[in-house]
């Protein structure tokens, strides 16, 4: 079974602009979750869609939106880039996703991420 | 807010040392995951414990849940240069199973 996959691999922005980022579940994951990984705040939640909606947002601004689509395909969108975006970001797939069956385990599958560079 | 703090932030032991990392959180925990990422990769699910008291085992990685549900430890035997990588703890949100915070993680070097 295919894994996780992420594109693109590796991105440079300049502050100001925006971009796209792409995740592809696991065959049959309905779910997937968004983290950034930083070095100084480490590994924080973004987002998680579930079913095309997005059930949970993390404590981060507007600029940071995502979407799924039916083939449950993902994409994460940053808009008005600082250089504070700069980061590791990474997708995650499931099954049932984050709390779908409230104390019950899940494994959630990371991609390779994406790291965005911003000058 | 809540927090889940780890502790080592680094670890450097000799092959075939033990290894324990601690994650403690500021309120109790509904479950406790824990994840490894190798230098360069991507973290990788290890475990995940819901009962107060648990202890599992993975080979020579054995994980603890504390009575409270507001602690845990990751224990390796023996390391091998194969556990290079850093380790981390994950939790929900208190009363937000849908939600999760990860610890800073633990950094294990492994010298030969």
């Known amino acids: 079974k295919a894994g996780v996959t992420q594109t693109p691999r590796y991105l440079i922005k300049t502050r100001g602009q925006q971009v796209t980022l792409s995740c592809s579940p696991i065959?049959?994951?309905?779910?997937v979750s968004w983290y950034q990984q930083t070095p100084g705040q480490g590994l924080q939640f973004l987002f998680e869609y579930f079913s095309e909606t997005q059930r949970n947002k993390g404590n981060f601004p507007g600029r940071f939106s995502g979407r799924q689509f039916s083939n449950s395909r993902s994409e994460m969108n940053v808009s008005t880039l600082e250089l504070g975006d700069s980061a590791l970001y990474l997708c995650?797939?499931?099954?049932?996703?984050?709390?779908?069956?409230?104390?019950?385990?899940?494994?959630?599958?990371f991609g390779p991420g994406t790291r965005l560079t911003v000058t | 807010g809540q927090q889940v703090m780890q502790i080592p932030q680094y670890q450097h032991v000799q092959e075939g040392e033990d290894f324990t990392t601690y994650c403690n959180s500021s309120t109790t925990l509904s479950n406790i995951q824990w994840y490894k990422q190798r230098p360069g990769g991507h973290p990788v699910f290890l475990i995940q414990l819901v009962k107060s008291g648990e202890v599992k085992k993975q080979k020579r990685l054995t994980f603890q849940f504390g009575e409270a549900k507001k602690n845990s430890s990751l224990h390796i035997t023996a390391t091998q240069t194969t556990d290079v990588g850093t380790y981390f703890c994950a939790g929900p949100l208190l009363n937000r199973d849908d939600k999760i915070i990860f610890g800073k993680g633990t950094r294990l070097h492994i010298l030969p």
């Open positions: 995650a797939s499931s099954l049932t996703g984050l709390g779908r069956v409230i104390g019950h385990p899940y494994e959630q599958y």
């Open positions: 065959s049959g994951h309905r779910s």
